[in-house]
């Protein structure tokens, strides 16, 4: 989809109101309207097939865990995904296979297998996460079996991983915008998917106020009472050099600097207040739609943003992007030059929060394993 379109129906999906979108965006409403009538009968058909078992999940002979999200980007499923793999092959001596599908130019999966090179982690890119991980458990064999005697051979038609353990995701920025399902809005699946998850995380949660919180979480527990609901947030630990990965830099590097926060994430608020957090003299920012490659006519545009900066501000402006920016594609930062590229690396943390912490969230992962 073009840049600009996606753009639309992004704001269109995360409006309250919308009395208060352009008649451009208006003139989309009904067709996307339309589209996601179409959509949540697909869905609910999809169900149905599940439930009667003309599709099956497929049942690998390994604990599963699953990290979902029912809106698209920016909910915080990747570092998620990696703090509980680096758990487990640190903590617990398990080594993760960690099956992504990749899409979105796989900016993801790269990150990853960036991390996680060198470990015990392995990662399984394929749309079809039933036959990926059944090459990777032939190849590398597997420990924990449950039933054997049920590990069938995968068929074409089984896509679907049954799932022990199920973690879905909110982002506290963005939640669920207009609560409609795609592509009117940015749902997935409804809201009532809570039902079937054993624990909601509440992503960006140190970013929005109690209040914000506390609105979702009565969302969360209206479909699910008895849901675990944690809070976590992405903690920045350094940048590195997009000209040398090998050159790490502490957070101050751009104390009292004047930045600008290039990103192509589901979530650039969240990235955008984490800079100006850290005591930047004024940050500017460009946000493209996520997963958009970047192309030169963006470098062009960049440099032309950066100059502007420069001239009003006197001293040469610093880049920020994230490391999904980084992963997706390094090799164009290079055109930035002389202008230096910082790559902001963060981490996953649950917050302390009603009883819940870090190390309940720990003993709810190794129920996976019994
Ligand atoms: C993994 O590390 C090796 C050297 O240790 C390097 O040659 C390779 O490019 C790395 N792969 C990725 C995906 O970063
Ligand atoms: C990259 O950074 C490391 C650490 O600062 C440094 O030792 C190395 O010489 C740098 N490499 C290049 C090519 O500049
Ligand atoms: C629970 C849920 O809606 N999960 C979705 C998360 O996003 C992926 C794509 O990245 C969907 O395929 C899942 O269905």
Redesign the pocket.
Known sequence: MDEKLRKMVNQIAYTQRLYSLSPLHLSLVPLLFLSSSLYKIALSFRHTLYHFGFLRKHRLPVPVISVGNLTWGGNGKTPMVEFIANWFANEVGVSPLILTRGYGGADEA?ML??HF??TSVKIGVGANRVVTAASFLHRYGFIYPLDITRFEKPTPKSRVVSEKIGIVMVNALSPWGNLQLLPFGPLREPLTSFSRADAAVIHHADMVHDHSLSVIKSIILETNRFLPIYLSAATPSHFFKASNISCRLPLDVVFEKTVLCVSAIGSPSSFVQRIEKMGALYVDSLDYSDHHQFQMKDIEMIKARLQNLKNKFGSKPTIVVTEKDYDRDNKILIWLDPFDVFVLCCKLQILRHNGYSEDTFKMLLTRSLC
Do not use: D, E, I, L
């Open positions: 790269k297998q960036r090179n060198g």
